[in-house]
């Protein structure tokens, strides 16, 4: 068992990470600074989660439910507990989870094979969705684009598989290999720069371990993509920031080693067969948001990888391509805070009204309540908390919307930081912003696949216009 004092550790370097690459793991006790105006270096986070958001106990608090959900009903169990979701068809059989937006049956094939690669104006790719092209004059669908990091949590996973129930929602999960094994079979994966069996995160519990393949499996057959989070979810020193473009092609192939040979790695498990191949992983997002496009970029193109999620910008704006490696930059948006941050006193007054940041669940949790190191905020504040980051998404979302029409690019863990605030906020945008009129929300590869059968002189208009920066006339 690791110990809590190396949990600390990881989720420190985690919210390192959240900060757009402006971070040093030294600030021990800083408090909160704020660079060009989007707040960096958080400096500690709740102790009970790991650095993907799940709590440290949670493998063994699934592992109860988990071991009798063997075959194909993995997660029969206790899907939506955390917010209510009133929806009790939990059952992870496929024939029985077609969502909305799954149109054809047949997705449920091999639906990550080249069959992305070359979209084609108005036929349908292997999940369902049909990339069109726009005539003359027409706006572009108002893209959603979901995801979540780590994706190592039943729970979570159920929640989302019922969402995509009630509106037409379908997401990116980006996963950490390391899930792939567990305390004893651990040693199978060796990150650049560290021992065998060393991880900044939990390794699966043995009964867990086809829990989440067959959480991974019915994710692709209802029309989510699967892409990676690397695996040891190293940050800091030792972290993305320090790797090589061989360090990252190292951890890239150790990542398609562990969802290749993971029956062989865990020799003692009758495990599922996990559907999801190297042809399904197009696209990343680094732990903690580090790394150097000039190291890692080159490694995604050698592994056949199409888009990077790491590397934010100030406002939102239309994805464009690497110039070199070909690379979609598809980042999360710097964009400010809906009114006033009401919990953390700690934070200048000035910079508390319309607070510039980097969009992301564990950045909301660092601005608005330190990301916890005080203790947990109660519920009412909580509420308070995650009322603002929905009025945030609406804020984006009308922006772009009404403006450039560029994706909504939101990404969180499987995580409850803050009572749920987070998971309960992107939630309930989806539930009510999914499924308007004009509005798509799928996963990367379909937003890739809809802007490459686009006249290039018109994508080359709509990534030209300017981002859509927010109200910023507080204090920001
Ligand atoms: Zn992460």
């Known amino acids: 068992m690791r110990s809590r004092t190396r949990m600390l550790a990881v989720a420190v370097g985690v919210s390192t990470a959240l900060l757009a690459g402006a971070c040093s793991s030294s600030d021990s006790a800083a408090p909160v600074t704020v660079t060009s105006n989007v707040t960096v270096a958080p400096t500690n986070a709740a ?11 949670s493998s063994s608090a699934s592992g109860g439910s988990a071991t009798s959900g063997s075959a194909d009903g993995a997660g029969s169990s206790t899907a939506g507990s955390s917010s209510g979701t009133g929806t009790s068809g939990t059952s992870t059989a496929p024939s029985s989870a077609t969502g909305p937006t799954t149109a054809t049956s047949s997705s ?22 049909v990339p069109t092209k726009l005539k003359a004059g027409e706006k572009p669908p108002q893209f959603i684009v979901v995801s979540f990091d780590g994706v190592g949590w039943d729970e979570k996973w159920q929640y989302w598989f019922d969402m995509a129930k009630k509106v037409p929602f379908r997401f990116t999960g980006f996963l950490s290999g390391t899930y792939m094994l567990t305390e004893a079979t651990k040693d199978h994966y060796q990150g650049p720069g560290h021992q065998p069996g060393a991880s900044d995160i939990n390794w699966n519990l043995p009964a867990d371990l086809p829990v989440e393949i067959n959480d991974l ?26 790797w090589t473009a061989a360090d990252w092609n190292t951890e890239l192939d150790q990542f398609f080693a562990l969802i290749k040979n993971y029956k062989a790695n865990n020799p003692t498990q009758q495990l599922p067969t996990l559907k ?29 990888m199409i888009y990077d999620s790491s590397f934010t910008r100030r406002g939102i704006s239309w994805p464009t391509q690497s110039p070199t490696n070909k690379i979609w930059q598809i980042g999360m948006a710097e964009y400010p805070m809906h009114g006033t941050i009401t919990g953390n006193t700690d934070l200048d007054p000035s910079q508390r009204t319309q607070h510039v940041q980097i969009t992301m669940d564990y950045n909301f949790y660092y601005s608005q309540e330190k990301a916890g190191v005080d203790g947990l905020p109660s519920k009412e504040q909580s509420q308070k908390d995650m009322d603002q980051v929905v009025a945030t998404y609406n804020d984006m979302y009308n922006d772009t919307f009404n403006g450039n029409r560029a994706p909504l690019i939101l990404g969180n863990h499987f995580n409850q930081w803050n009572n749920n605030a987070y998971s309960d906020a992107i939630g309930k945008f989806v539930q009510e912003t999914c499924g308007k009129a004009d509005t798509e929300c799928v996963p990367f590869r379909d937003l890739i696949a809809w802007m490459e059968v686009q006249d290039p002189a018109r994508l080359a208009q709509l990534q030209a216009q300017a981002p859509e920066l927010g109200k910023t006339t507080g204090g920001s």
């Open 47 to 57: 102790p009970s989660e790991d650095a993907n958001g799940r709590p440290v106990q």
């Open 108 to 129: 449920a094939g091999p639906a990550g094979t080249g069959s992305f690669d070359h979209p084609k104006d108005g036929v349908a790719l292997p999940d369902g969705f």
């Open 276 to 304: 999801v191949t190297k042809n399904d992983i197009r696209g990343e997002r680094t732990p903690c948001l580090e790394g150097h496009i000039e190291d890692l970029f080159p490694a995604l193109a050698q592994h056949n």
């Open 217 to 242: 499996n019915h994710s692709l057959d209802i029309g989510n993509e699967v892409g990676t989070h690397f695996n040891g979810h190293f940050c800091g020193a030792g972290g993305g920031d320090s």
